[in-house]
């Protein structure tokens, strides 16, 4: 369909609560996907990416008809071409088991993976919720043991000690089996039917369907209701009480507080058995940062052969606004060296230097001239030092007629400048990249 001509287009404008991410602050996201990613590489998890796109059934099985999710916040639609219904996905861990269990990666035994990407839901925008956000998360997949779920736990102790963040807490559940929760649920229900007129709209409504969630309400109201309510832990058997109790060893024995939350039931129904969260203070009502647990029965409900889960997932924007509000010192993301080039003529010279120097790892901005040619040095020097480079590289007809590329150091104003040679950058970079 075309737009209707105009004699002035209006700007066009993004989605509201899809937002564009720009200098300087993308240097902060990529400080903070470095530090994903080394963080990975230290506990042994892969990358897997997977589309942004994927059948709604997949979410509609995976996560449960009855979660908010499903019922209020997806962006679905159905395929103009064929009739597929699709979903841009509205969180990560659904779309990993499925392409676990699509291309058989379980065969050989476990695998632990990671991924990043944009997730989608439909909910009204506010600090910390957006309708495109970004989320890193861990899928430990066919590892059935409890050593499992403390050690994915424990990673995120990791992210926020390189992060630099100190203000976050462990909080702790288990949902037990099945059966169990079977129990539990009819206690529940039993429970909000003798008192169903202190229930709000949303409590009767899951009040048959899914009495699990109403324990997460967030209404006032109904919190003396819920702190009432029967509790699941009560209901735990022998073997989800051992699974629950092998956690808090591992945990009591790294040293890493937490607090046990009976009313802790996470957003998704495939959870069993333990569930986490890490909590803060600092973000007002959007306080749970990071969240997981274990799901033992998702391969089988997606179509897999049984096999055991467990992971985490976080918000990316969640936690760089805790990077922020915590004051936390990002490095800045500089070049080594600014080109400053005083004549039209060096341009050939600098850029093959600049070339050279790239190769060898070091990051070398280049001064663009306009068309009435590179401008003074003045301007590009005060330009150099504003890039944050520690060096300059000025490539002035003196120099480049002995051969030579003049070195300033920019962030140390007793050090002296010096000369390199313009055919032998790669002997010299090293220079640029020492601390």
Same mark, same amino acid.
């Given at each position: 369909m075309s737009e209707p001509k105009s004699a002035a287009a209006a700007p066009l404008r993004a989605v509201k609560g899809m937002n564009d991410l720009r200098p300087p602050e993308s240097a902060r996201w990529e400080w903070f996907d470095a530090v994903v990613g080394a963080l990975m590489r230290r506990y042994g998890y892969q990358l897997v990416r997977t589309p942004i796109v994927e059948p709604t059934a997949l979410f509609v099985r995976g996560l449960g008809e009855v979660t908010d999710i499903v019922e209020k916040e997806m962006y679905s639609f159905v395929d103009a071409m064929n009739g597929d219904h699709l979903t841009l996905r509205p969180e990560g861990t659904a779309g990993v088991v499925r392409a676990a269990i699509e291309h058989s990666m379980l065969y050989d035994g476990g695998k632990r993976l990671w991924y990043a990407g944009p997730m989608f839901r439909h909910e009204r925008p506010q600090r910390g919720r957006y309708r495109q956000f970004h989320q890193v998360g861990v899928e430990a997949l066919g590892f059935g043991g409890p050593d499992v779920d403390a050690e994915v736990i424990l990673m995120v102790r990791a992210l926020w000690r390189d992060l630099g963040l100190d203000d976050v807490r462990l909080e702790l559940n288990s949902l037990g089996q099945p059966d169990e929760r079977r129990a539990h649920r009819a206690a529940l229900i039993a429970h909000f039917e003798a008192h169903?007129?202190?229930?709000?709209?949303?409590? &009767? &409504?899951?009040?048959?369907?899914?009495?699990?969630?109403?324990?997460?309400?967030?209404?006032?109201?109904?919190?003396?209701?819920? #702190?009432?309510?029967?509790?699941?832990?009560?209901?735990?058997?022998?073997?989800?009480?051992?699974?629950?109790?092998?956690?808090?060893?591992?945990?009591?024995?790294?040293?890493?507080?937490?607090?046990?939350?009976? &009313?802790?039931?996470?957003?998704?129904?495939?959870?069993?058995?333990?569930?986490?969260? @890490?909590?803060?203070?600092?973000?007002?009502?959007?306080?749970?940062?990071?969240?997981?647990?274990?799901?033992?029965?998702?391969?089988?409900?997606?179509?897999?052969?049984?096999?055991?889960?467990?992971? @985490?997932?976080?918000?990316?924007?969640?936690?760089?606004?805790?990077?922020?509000?915590?004051?936390? #010192?990002?490095?800045?993301?500089?070049?080594?060296?600014?080109?400053?080039?005083?004549? $039209? $003529?060096?341009? $050939?010279?600098?850029?093959?230097?600049?070339?050279?120097?790239?190769?060898?790892?070091? =990051?070398?901005?280049?001064? =663009? $001239?306009?068309? #009435?040619?590179?401008?003074?040095?003045?301007?590009?020097?005060?330009?150099?030092?504003?890039?944050?480079?520690?060096f300059a590289l000025v490539f002035g007809a003196e120099e480049l007629s002995r051969g030579e590329v003049a070195v300033k150091p920019l962030r140390d104003p007793a050090a002296p400048q010096t000369t390199r040679p313009l055919d032998a950058a790669e002997r010299w970079a090293h220079e640029l990249l020492a601390p």
């Open positions: 169903a007129g202190l229930l709000d709209d949303d409590a &009767r &409504r899951r009040l048959h369907s899914n009495p699990l969630r109403i324990l997460d309400t967030k209404n006032p109201a109904m919190q003396p209701l819920v #702190e009432a309510a029967p509790r699941l832990m009560d209901y735990l058997g022998e073997a989800s009480l051992k699974h629950f109790d092998a956690v808090r060893r591992v945990l009591d024995a790294v040293g890493q507080p937490y607090r046990i939350n009976p &009313r802790l039931v996470r957003g998704m129904d495939y959870y069993n058995l333990t569930v986490f969260e @890490w909590v803060t203070d600092r973000l007002g009502a959007q306080g749970t940062v990071c969240g997981g647990g274990r799901y033992d029965g998702l391969v089988e409900l997606i179509g897999g052969k049984p096999a055991p889960g467990v992971g @985490w997932g976080l918000g990316v924007e969640r936690v760089l606004d805790l990077v922020r509000e915590s004051g936390v #010192e990002v490095p800045p993301s500089a070049p080594d060296a600014f080109v400053v080039i005083p004549d $039209a $003529a060096a341009v $050939a010279a600098a850029t093959s230097v600049a070339e050279a120097l790239r190769a060898a790892g070091v =990051a070398v901005l280049l001064h =663009a $001239a306009g068309r #009435e040619g590179p401008g003074s040095m003045k301007s590009q020097f005060r330009k150099a030092d504003a890039s944050g480079a520690r």
